[in-house]
Structure formats: C-alpha cells, structure tokens
C-alpha cells in the first residue's frame, strides 16, 4: 500500500513527512512487540522510512531522537499551530511552530530555561539536527526577556533569518536611556546600531548585537547542513534582517505558503 495511506503531502518538496495525530504517540522498538524508544506529542514530525505503508503494521519513521516504528492510524498529514509557554521562572518565553512548520520565538527569559527548552525539543543534541527560526522577536529590552535570547542567538546548530525587537536599546546614562524623548514619547529607535553607539549602550545591549552578529554567520552554514541532510529547510532567506517593530508595522511575517490561515500583528509600541 503506498504512502498516499496517510494522505497527502502538505509539502511536495518533503514528501515523507508525517506528524503525530494524538495527544501522546508512542514510538515502538521494532515492527512487533511492546518495547517503546520514545512518546512524540501532537504535531511532532517524523519521516516515513518505509516505501510501502500499510494498515496492519506499524511504519518505520525517524523522529527528532532516532529511528523507530508507529500504528500509521497515529499519523497524519495534517499539522496543528503549536504554542509552547516556556517556564523561564520570571519574564517570558513563547515559542510558536505553525502547522507550515515554521518558528517563531517571542523573548526567552533571562536564564537559559529557553534555550534548554529548544535544544531538548529539537534534540539539538544530535550530531544531525539542526533547527531553524523564521523570527526570533524581543518585545523589550529588560534582562528577564531579553538575557535568555544571547545562547540562541549564537548557537552554531540554529539558523535565525529576522530579529525582530522595539527598537528601545538600553543606554548607560539614565538621562539618555533609552532614547530621545518628546512629549512623552521616545523616539530615534533604531533597527540596529553599532556597539560603539552613542550614547553608550549597556553590557546587555552590546550582548545581544554580539548574538545577532554570530546568528548572522551561522544562518548560511546552517542552511547549507540542512540541505546536506535533507532536513527540511525554508531558504527563502540567506541573509538576517533585523528591525524595529511598531504599531505602524501591523501585520508582519508573511509566510512562504500563500495559502497560510494565521498572522502576526504587532500592537505597540505607537509612534507618531
């Protein structure tokens, strides 16, 4: 029986994919018995290793820790919107995976909660495996959003291709921080400025430029692997961008896929 048993790709490019259908799934150790390898959550991929798939045995599929066998009615084509509210102690962490499997990462903390977080999803741990993020987003520039970011950012296993954030780069001099001010609102947000900026910027700010410099010359090597390994990989980017979102940027992020259902809209801050 042919693959079209689990219905149709939602990517011709990666026709072989398939996502857990249920709440838990269990992956199993061979084609018969009770030994279990692993559990996939819902929407968790794997890649269909069999050339035939049938009904009344399980499927051969590598996931994100290994290779092992699934009841095929525990698959599916279809994928779900996923949003991972990551336990970072204080602050925030959100992590988004779309069903046109594409990532989004909105601040992360300030210890490495996140980062862990991530690098155990995506088993980044694995020789193999690498991830990459359609946009990594700061909403502001406190030490319990903004800290947790620096790892991934710099990690040489993950392909960040925007860097989103409100343009509020912490200054040293209090008079001064984080911008010029006029009737009560700041202004001079800038998309990216240099480490050397004046006024002077704080240790964390010049971090986190640091951390989007690196993710800027691992983006094309980590593409490159990706494809290699015939991991699946949007390339519509080759380069990072980063920028200030405002109200005035409303919706953002437009996805690959034109058939997309879902959105992003930024909602401050407002500039006049």
């Known amino acids: 029986m042919p693959k079209s048993l689990l219905g149709k790709p939602i990517d011709p490019a990666f026709p072989d994919y398939a996502y857990a259908a249920e709440p838990l799934v269990k992956v199993f150790k061979n084609r018969t018995g009770g030994a279990r390898v692993a559990t996939l959550f819902l929407g968790e991929w794997t890649k269909v290793l069999d050339k035939q798939v049938s009904?009344?045995?399980?499927?051969?599929?590598?996931?994100?820790?290994?290779?092992?066998?699934?009841?095929?009615?525990?698959?599916?084509?279809?994928?779900?919107?996923?949003?991972?509210?990551?336990?970072?102690?204080?602050?925030?962490?959100?992590?988004?995976?779309?069903?046109?499997?594409?990532?989004?990462?909105?601040?992360?903390?300030?210890?490495?909660?996140?980062?862990?977080?991530?690098?155990?999803?995506?088993?980044?741990?694995?020789?193999?495996?690498?991830?990459?993020?359609?946009?990594?987003?700061?909403?502001?520039?406190?030490?319990?959003?903004?800290?947790?970011?620096?790892?991934?950012?710099?990690?040489?296993?993950?392909?960040?291709?925007?860097?989103?954030?409100?343009?509020?780069?912490?200054?040293?001099?209090?008079?001064?921080?984080?911008?010029?001010?006029r009737k009560g609102r700041v202004y001079d947000l800038v998309d990216r400025p240099g480490a050397k900026a004046a006024p002077a910027l704080t240790p964390l700010m010049k971090k986190i430029l640091s951390a989007v410099k690196n993710a800027e010359k691992n983006l094309p090597n980590v593409i490159k692997k990706m494809q290699k390994i015939g991991q699946r990989v949007d390339v519509s980017r080759g380069d990072l961008s980063a920028s200030v979102l405002t109200l005035q940027t409303g919706f953002f992020l437009p996805m690959t896929i034109p058939q997309s259902p879902w959105s992003l809209k930024c909602c401050g801050p407002e500039l006049s």
Request: net charge positive; aromatic share 10%.
């Open 55 to 181: 009904a009344k045995k399980r499927v051969r599929v590598r996931y994100r820790g290994g290779e092992g066998y699934v009841d095929p009615a525990s698959l599916t084509r279809k994928r779900h919107l996923e949003i991972f509210f990551i336990d970072v102690s204080q602050g925030d962490g959100i992590l988004i995976q779309t069903p046109e499997d594409r990532r989004i990462l909105i601040d992360a903390g300030q210890s490495d909660d996140a980062y862990e977080f991530i690098r155990n999803k995506y088993r980044l741990d694995k020789p193999a495996n690498y991830i990459d993020f359609e946009a990594i987003i700061a909403t502001h520039s406190d030490l319990d959003h903004t800290n947790g970011l620096l790892k991934i950012l710099a990690d040489p296993k993950i392909a960040v291709k925007r860097f989103y954030h409100n343009g509020l780069f912490r200054r040293t001099d209090t008079k001064k921080d984080p911008g010029t001010r």
